[in-house]
C-alpha cells in the first residue's frame, strides 16, 4: 500500500507540475500580446511574420518618404506661386508703366528702383533653401545657391529625384534654370536703361520689349512647374491611399503569422481560464495527497 501511494503522489505532484508550466506558458503568451514566441512553436508561421514584418518595414519606409515629398512639393509650390504674383503683376505692370510715353525720365528712373527691387525679391525666391537648409532650385548641387548676384545661374544640372513606392521615382525640386531661365540679365538691362539720365528712348524701348518677354517666358514656365507639381502631389495621394491598404492588410497577416490577431488572443484568453481551473483543479489533488500518511493501510 505504501507503494501505491507513493506512486500516486510522485503522479499528483508531476500533474501539478505540468499545469503550472501549462499556466504559466499561456500567461506568457498573452502578457507577449501573440501566440508565436518561439520559431519551434510554428516554423511555417515564424518564416511568414519575417517575410511579412519586412514587407511592412519596406512599406512604412516609402509612407515616410512619400510624406517628405509631399512637403516638398508644396513648399516649392508655395515659392512658385510667390515667384507668379511678382512676375504676373508687380512686374508686368512697372514694365508696362516704363513703355508709356506720359512718364518723365524721373518717373522711369523711380520705376527702374522698383524693378530692381522686385527682380532682387525674385531672386531670392530663386535662392530658397528648404528645412533642411538645402537650396531649393540647385539639383544635387544643395550647397550651392542657383543663382550669383548677377543672376547667373551655377546649380546643378539634374534634378534631384526620390522612390516614392516599387518603380516609381518622382521629381522632388526642380532646377532653378528650368523655372526661372535667364529673366535676371532681362531685368537687369532693363534697370540699366531706366536709370539713365537723360534716357535713350530707343535702347530702353529694347530693353522692355526683351524684359517684358523673359516675364511672359518665366510665367509659362512656372505654370508648367505648378502643372507638374500638382500630379506629382495628386499621384502622391493615390500612392498613399494605396499604401495605407497595404500597410493595414500586411499588419493583419503579420498578426496572423504570430498569433496577435483578435481571434487567437481571444482562444489564448479562454485557454487561460481552462488553465487555471485545471491548476487549481491539481493543486487541490496535491494538498489531499500531502495529507494521506504513506504507511497508512
Do not use: C, W
Amino acid at each position: 500500500m505504501r507503494l501505491s501511494t507513493l506512486y500516486m503522489f510522485k503522479q499528483s505532484a508531476e500533474s501539478m507540475s505540468k499545469r503550472v508550466s501549462d499556466n504559466n506558458d499561456v500567461y506568457l503568451r498573452l502578457s507577449a500580446g501573440k501566440s508565436l514566441l518561439r520559431a519551434s512553436d510554428d516554423p511555417q508561421g515564424a518564416t511568414d511574420a519575417v517575410k511579412y514584418q519586412d514587407a511592412l518595414a519596406k512599406l512604412e519606409l516609402y509612407s515616410n518618404v512619400r510624406s517628405g515629398v509631399r512637403g516638398a512639393l508644396q513648399h516649392e509650390d508655395n515659392i512658385l506661386s510667390s515667384a507668379g504674383n511678382l512676375l504676373t503683376t508687380s512686374l508686368t505692370e512697372k514694365i508696362v508703366a516704363a513703355k508709356s510715353d506720359t512718364y518723365s525720365d524721373e518717373d522711369r528712373n523711380a520705376l527702374g528702383k522698383e524693378i530692381g527691387g522686385i527682380r532682387a525679391n525674385l531672386l531670392d525666391l530663386a535662392n530658397t533653401r528648404d528645412g533642411n537648409g538645402r537650396y531649393i532650385f540647385s539639383g544635387f548641387h544643395t550647397d550651392t545657391p542657383p543663382f550669383d548676384a548677377a543672376g547667373n545661374y551655377q546649380g546643378g544640372t539634374e534634378a534631384r529625384k526620390q522612390t516614392v513606392a516599387d518603380s516609381t521615382e518622382m521629381t522632388v525640386s526642380h532646377l532653378g534654370d528650368d523655372v526661372f531661365g535667364d529673366i535676371f540679365g532681362k531685368l537687369d538691362a532693363a534697370v540699366t536703361e531706366l536709370n539713365k539720365s537723360p534716357i535713350d528712348k530707343v535702347a530702353l524701348d529694347a530693353a522692355l520689349s526683351e524684359a517684358s518677354k523673359a516675364v511672359s517666358a518665366g510665367i509659362e514656365r512656372l505654370g508648367k512647374t505648378q502643372a507638374e507639381l500638382g500630379t506629382n502631389m495628386q499621384q502622391i495621394d493615390s500612392l498613399d491611399l494605396t499604401g495605407d491598404n497595404l500597410i493595414n492588410e500586411t499588419i493583419v497577416k503579420v498578426q496572423n503569422a504570430i498569433g496577435s490577431d483578435y481571434g487567437t488572443m481571444t482562444s489564448l484568453i479562454m485557454d487561460s481560464k481552462m488553465s487555471e481551473f485545471a491548476l487549481n483543479a491539481s493543486m487541490l489533488v496535491f494538498q489531499s495527497m500531502q495529507k494521506m500518511s504513506l504507511f497508512n493501510k
